[in-house]
Antibody, heavy 121, light 110 residues
Framework: QVQLVESGRGVVQPGRSLTLSCTAS????????MHWVRQAPGKGLEWVAG????????YYADSVKGRFAISRDNSQNTLFLQMNSLRAEDTAMYYC??????????????WGRGTLVTVSS | SFELTQPPSVSVSPGQTARITCSGD??????TFWYQQKPGQAPLLIIY???ERPSGIPERFSGSRSGTTVTLTISGVQAEDEADYYC?????????????FGGGTKLTVL
């Protein structure tokens, strides 16, 4: 069955960097777009970034553009999120999600359990 | 960018029908998707492309649209349906739209 397992959780100081990973199994990873979605404590879902099949087309939310970088290694069935210049408002549970397309819109048919990132001094 | 607006909360008694709305100017031009999230769990896709249910989602969950508003209807609400519900759509009129979520609605089963 489809499984997505995030790793890389931690507490980091503002301004520092952190890399999240998401290891996929149970489906042809290289045939799917993959995304990151986050949820601040007690808040709603916020789409963060998306990456199409072979890593050439990437999209970012305005709130992370220029600071975060999404990438993938199809040989290792792994998705990454490099987070730089972290801010307190980046504190959230970060979910890895498999995307399908509804028309031109990505939607998320499978999610990982999430990994918690806390940005605090 | 486009925004999606949901009511913060909806309350119903068991067996009744719950309706959760999602409004946004982009909705006539983009599909809408719905997710259920229970405390401590990841979101679960329950409706895709406005009206379709993924395998394993009970028939009491349905979706509809009218103009700039889409509605998630839960018929015969059960205690286990108590959760947060999020709508999601595209955030662009161009090819391969970004994703945008509504603010979420907390469904309370009285």
């Amino acid at each position: 069955q489809v499984q997505l397992v995030e790793s890389g959780r931690g507490v980091v100081q503002p301004g520092r960097s952190l890399t999240l990973s998401c290891t996929a199994s149970g489906f042809p990873f290289n045939m799917y777009a993959m995304h990151w979605v986050r949820q601040a404590p007690g808040k709603g879902l916020e789409w963060v970034a998306g990456l199409w099949y072979y890593g050439r087309i990437k999209y970012y939310a305005d709130s992370v553009k220029g600071r975060f970088a999404i990438s993938r290694d199809n040989s290792q069935n792994t998705l990454f999120l490099q987070m730089n210049s972290l801010r307190a408002e980046d504190t959230a549970m970060y979910y890895c999600a498999r995307a399908s397309l509804g028309g031109t819109t990505p939607y998320f048919d499978f999610w990982g359990r999430g990994t918690l990132v806390t940005v605090s001094s | 960018s486009f925004e999606l607006t949901q009511p913060p909360s909806v309350s119903v008694s068991p067996g009744q029908t719950a309706r959760i709305t999602c409004s946004g100017d982009i909705l006539p031009r983009q599909y809408t998707f719905w997710y259920q999230q229970k405390p401590g769990q990841a979101p679960l896709l329950i409706i895709y492309q406005d009206t379709e249910r993924p395998s394993g989602i009970p028939e009491r969950f349905s979706g509809s649209r009218s103009g700039t508003t889409v509605t998630l209807t839960i018929s015969g609400v059960q205690a286990e349906d108590e959760a947060d519900y999020y709508c999601q759509s595209g955030d662009s009129d161009t090819t391969f739209a970004y994703a945008v979520f509504g603010g979420g609605t907390k469904l309370t089963v009285l």
